[in-house]
């Protein structure tokens, strides 16, 4: 026998459906529900708040308080009971509403009447709308099957506004994705795009919420759930004796996807008149909502896979699966909650730009972005429930700032500033095959970085000299297993053909840290920058690294090879690396195959305790490179995936300075050849002050070449130098405001 309180619901439900089906314009609609909830709640008032903005509610629609005060009585985010349900995401329900904290009487709405108080965030998949509030003058709180009928409800109505049914006058009722939105996150690679907008994993958007046949929901939800449970134990039996890490996300999904209560609410749901969607839709909008509220990130780890877990219900049930139908826009911009490498690379150089909710500077997003030279803005929030499929969008990578569906002012001047941009590069282009030769000094060579067979036509239109460093780390994180050494070999060699004789730097495996293998267990370390990462690695997995060194050794045929190894600490590191190289040269030599015609033996120089190793160190590597990301992030002892402390420090610091001068210093000593690789000798002003402390050879993305050497040509490095010198000796911090002076003066 069906319960009153199923009953009951499906009642309101039932009504609400009517309500909504009758034709009107959005103002009525909300009259009507505000009415139709109070009479079947039996309370004497019922309002509706939605936000008109971020941070500011406003009465949309009451029965039973003034209704002069509609559109009038505003209030800010966490001000009075209502903000404070706006604020928390989480029902408020008293019946002594004045003797609650952060209670604030609104005269003009005449509910000092009123006693009981029940608010509810009107929220959907974390993106809150509004909230739903009912009042009455008893001292007693509301009964908990009004509190789920008012959720229910807020659900419905979450749903309805998503699909522009309470569409009106005012900010409060403007139709959804219809406005100008301005979205900041953070830089992950600079340049700016415009296009359309290409969601990676679309919404499952809810286009009816209700049920008229429980029976057959329960049915479908339970089919789809079986469907679920089945794809799991495949995912599953596909990684048996595979890497446990793997395993353990995957037994969370099955536990989650075989949690009674999880179905049993879902069940509860369909039984008081939602459609199975719905239902599905209101437990992950729960899960989302109390992810926000977990601070223990383990926890929130496995709430994430429950939300993950909705998704595919969902995509079941509506018979989505992966494929949504939609056809990649002209000019696409990838908008996403975040992505994995490979499927990155499988959108390739079709994207104008990317815009991630999630991400951080060093991600595989952003070293895949960085090597396809793709403008990326990441912590870009709520962009995802922001922006639809084919909405016009703005990607301005160099401030971090996203416009979406921007007003033709704003579209205008983002276009004046991408011709400015490509009147430059064509500026550049006039110097591409001459040498970066400065005023009255030397010339400096600039290399270009490169981690795909994609980047290697960059290097004959760049104007480089060479390829500093070539990461071969993305081959093996675009994989969903370790590649032989066949394939690397054949990897490599195209690389060397493709670099025509010009000198490529193979940096081995740099895994660890923010680059994990998804086949290769991850280490549970607490900074994981500073821990099991790149040569250590490698040393402790000498067939690992082995196999790397057969393979490079393997592709030269012949040839020059130059190999560096990354983020060595200490000399018997890279003694013991260039140990496992040599007995694999060895080894080709006594199979009978090519050797290298030449070979070069170098490592990157990231940790500051290398540039105080022995003069011996620098005398055994034929070369050395200055990593000037990771260096420059132990120096200042300031995470550079920590937004709050990485801009706090400045390259062109008097100390950084005075350290990569004893580093130039040491490699004079030596006479070894010395470069610097990473983001800050791609700046102009950066790396025009690194030329002036000595370095003469600069490795950078390949759009950066023409700027850089462009400035360079024009300036004379003396004095620049003699600027330099004189504001470190006047105490200065830095010596940026005194460089940007002596250039302005330059012209």
Not at 31 to 38: E, G, H, K, M
Request: glycine share 8%.
């Amino acid at each position: 026998m069906v319960s009153d309180v199923q009953s009951g619901s499906r009642r309101l439900l039932g009504r609400l459906k009517l309500a909504l089906e009758e034709p009107a314009e959005g103002q009525e609609r909300l009259d009507r529900i505000t009415r139709l909830i109070a009479a079947e709640i039996g309370t004497p008032v019922c309002s509706i708040y939605l936000f008109r903005d971020s941070d500011t509610l406003e009465l949309c629609a009451t029965e039973g308080l003034k209704p002069e005060s509609v559109h009038q009585t505003r209030m800010r985010l966490g001000e009075g009971l209502v903000g404070r349900v706006a604020l928390s995401a989480k029902p408020i329900n008293t019946g002594n509403a004045p003797a609650e904290p952060g209670f604030r009487y609104m005269p003009e709405t005449g509910e000092e009447i009123y006693s009981a108080f029940l608010g509810v965030p009107i929220q959907r998949l974390g993106e809150r709308m509004g909230v739903l509030v009912v009042q009455s003058k008893d001292r007693t709180a509301y009964s908990e099957d009004d509190v789920y009928a008012i959720e229910v409800v807020a659900m419905v109505l979450a749903e309805m506004a998503e699909l522009g049914a309470f569409v009106g006058e005012g900010a409060a009722m403007a139709a959804p994705h219809k406005h100008p939105v301005m979205l900041r996150g953070n830089c992950g690679q600079d340049g700016a795009a415009e296009g359309n907008v290409l969601l990676h994993e679309p919404r499952v958007v809810v286009t009816n919420p209700f049920s008229d046949d429980a029976e057959a929901e329960l049915s479908r939800l339970r089919t789809a759930v079986d469907q679920l449970r089945v794809s799991v134990d495949e995912m599953l039996m596909g990684v048996e004796g595979g890497d446990k890490d793997q395993r353990e996300v995957l037994e969370a999904y099955r536990m989650f996807a075989n949690s009674k209560g999880w179905l049993r609410r879902m069940e509860a749901d369909i039984n008081r008149g939602l459609s199975a969607e719905a239902a599905v839709e209101k437990e992950q909008t729960a899960a989302r909502s109390r992810m926000e509220q977990v601070p223990d990130p383990y926890l929130r780890e496995r709430l994430h896979d429950l939300d993950d877990l909705s998704n595919r219900l969902l995509r079941l049930l509506t018979g989505q699966g992966t494929d949504t139908g939609a056809e990649m826009p002209q000019d696409p911009v990838l908008v996403a909650r975040n992505i994995g490498p490979g499927e990155l690379l499988a959108y390739g150089r079709a994207l104008r730009g990317i815009v991630l909710e999630e991400g951080s500077v060093g991600s595989h997003a952003a070293v895949i972005a960085r090597a396809l030279a793709i403008p990326l803005v990441i912590n870009a929030e709520r962009i995802t429930t922001e922006a639809l499929n084919g909405d016009h969008i703005l990607v301005d990578g160099d401030q971090g700032i996203v416009h979406l569906r921007p007003e033709e002012t704003v579209a205008s001047a983002f276009r004046d500033k991408m011709a400015m941009a490509t009147k430059a590069q064509e500026r550049y282009a006039s110097i591409r095959r001459v040498p970066a030769t400065t005023v009255y000094g030397p010339t400096i060579r600039l290399d270009m970085n490169a981690g795909l067979m994609a980047d290697l036509p960059s290097l004959r239109s760049s104007g480089a000299e060479g390829v500093g460093l070539f990461r071969t780390e993305l081959q093996f994180l675009v994989r969903t297993k370790f590649p032989r050494r066949s394939e690397l070999a054949a990897l490599y060699s195209r690389v060397l053909d493709a670099a025509n004789g010009k000198r490529v730097v193979f940096r081995t495996l740099d895994i660890g840290s923010d680059k994990v293998l998804p086949y290769m267990k991850p280490q549970d370390e607490p900074n994981p920058a500073l821990g099991w990462r790149a040569i250590r690695v490698g040393l402790d997995k000498p067939g690992v690294l082995r196999m790397q060194l057969q393979a490079l050794i393997r592709a030269a045929r012949g040839r020059p090879l130059t190999i560096m190894f990354p983020f060595v600490a200490q000399a018997d590191e890279f003694h013991t690396a260039k140990k496992y190289l040599l007995g694999e040269l060895e080894r080709e030599r006594r199979f009978g195959h090519p050797l290298p015609r030449t070979l070069e033996i170098g490592a990157m120089l990231e940790t500051p305790s290398l540039a105080f190793a022995s003069k011996q160190f620098f005398e055994s590597a034929d070369f050395i490179s200055v990593g000037g990301n990771d260096l420059k992030q132990f120096f200042f002892a300031a995470d550079r995936e920590n937004e709050r402390v990485r801009r706090r420090y400045d390259t062109l610091n008097v100390s950084f300075l005075t350290f990569l001068e004893w580093i130039v210093m040491r490699c004079k000593e030596t006479r070894t050849p010395l470069s610097f690789c990473g983001e800050d000798a791609g700046r102009p002003v950066e790396a025009l002050c690194f030329a002036a402390m000595g370095f003469r050879t600069l490795s950078m993305r390949p759009a950066s070449i023409g700027p850089v050497k462009h400035l360079l040509r024009r300036s004379n490095l003396a004095e620049l130098r003699e600027v330099i010198d004189e504001a470190r000796a006047s105490g200065q911090q830095s010596v940026r405001p005194a460089v940007m002076d002596w250039l302005h003066q330059q012209g």
